[in-house]
């Protein structure tokens, strides 16, 4: 009966570590998999701000050349680039 004890305890230590073992890696597997998805949400941010800045930039640039043209040239290059071909 004493060997019955012995087997059972040896299995239910078994079983206890399997478990932690299981908890353990699966914790683990989460931290990491969270750490990457911030570094992934980080650079999405970076690449969104730096087309931002870009956009941003030639909006800027835009408008200054508009600024600086006379109303003969603004309506020169709006009708050169924004009609359809062959329509002027």
């Known amino acids: 009966m004493g060997e019955l004890y012995a087997w059972g305890a040896g299995l239910v230590g078994v079983l206890v570590a399997v478990v932690m073992a299981w ?8 931290a990491v998999a969270e750490k990457k998805a911030e570094e992934q949400r980080t650079r999405e941010i970076i ?7 870009t ?5 800027a640039n835009v408008d200054q050349k508009v600024n600086n043209s006379t109303d003969d040239d603004v309506d020169k290059q709006l ?5 359809r071909p062959g329509s002027h």
Do not use: C, I, N, P
């Open 23 to 30: 908890f353990t890696g699966r914790s683990k597997g989460k």
């Open 47 to 53: 690449e969104g701000s730096k087309r931002e800045v």
């Open 55 to 59: 956009v941003s930039r030639e909006a």
């Open 79 to 83: 009708l050169d680039k924004w009609t």
